[in-house]
């Protein structure tokens, strides 16, 4: 992509998190994401021939961002070493991802639909992202061996999918959501507290 491409497609990307803040992603319409980035409907349908396409783009995107503010937070200095437990880093950034979900609980919905949804792209896409967040999990417990990392990564985040499926749902409250995650964090490293 050139850069001008790049940059139309990230005007899309932004206009969908935008619109995510005020409305649900069933309510999103492919032609209203066009009017309100500037970029034109033919070429939206060029970058992104589906809706979910677009949708999944944009949570990769919003994720990115999210990733960014807490890659600020962290020390500046590799050298310096971790005031904080792996725990108390790995807790840290789940409740930091559920508070984010909180404050737009039509990402949550989004996230929800998109992880069970068969399309290909979205599943590649989808899978891209895990990688990426993966690897940011695994930095923050270093020195876990291997094999418990992945398991931990599986467990808490297959507790963090479940846990939003049912707040969306209004199976139970954003309260037992969060604690559900916490617990799962501090079951599975509770040795390295």
């Known amino acids: ?6 940059e139309r497609r990230r005007q899309l990307t932004d206009t969908v998190i935008a619109m995510l803040a005020e409305t649900s992603p069933d309510r999103i319409q492919m032609r209203e994401v066009s009017e309100r980035s500037g970029v034109a409907l033919g070429t939206l349908y060029r970058y992104f021939p589906a809706k979910q396409h677009l949708l999944a783009a944009s949570m990769v995107a919003w994720n990115a ?9 962290l020390p500046a200095n590799d050298c310096e070493p971790a005031a904080e437990s792996v725990l108390d880093r790995v807790l840290d950034m789940y409740m930091r991802q ?6 737009g609980a039509h990402f949550a919905r989004l996230e929800v639909e ?3 949804s068969d399309d290909p792209y979205v599943r590649d896409t ?12 695994f930095a923050l ?10 398991v931990s990564s599986l467990s808490i985040g297959s507790t963090m999918l479940n846990s939003l499926i049912l707040w969306t749902t209004g199976r139970i409250g954003f309260p037992e959501a969060l604690r559900n995650v916490a617990d799962v964090c501090r079951l599975v490293l509770a040795d390295y507290a």
């Open 98 to 103: 559920m508070r984010a979900f909180q404050r």
């Open 65 to 73: 961002l999210l990733t960014a503010r807490l890659a600020e937070e």
């Open 141 to 150: 417990m270093d020195g876990v061996p291997a094999e418990l990392a992945r």
């Open 126 to 137: 989808l899978d891209e992202r895990a990688a990426a967040n993966r690897s940011a999990l």
């Open 114 to 116: 998109l992880q069970t």
């Open 1 to 6: 992509m050139t850069d001008a491409q790049r």
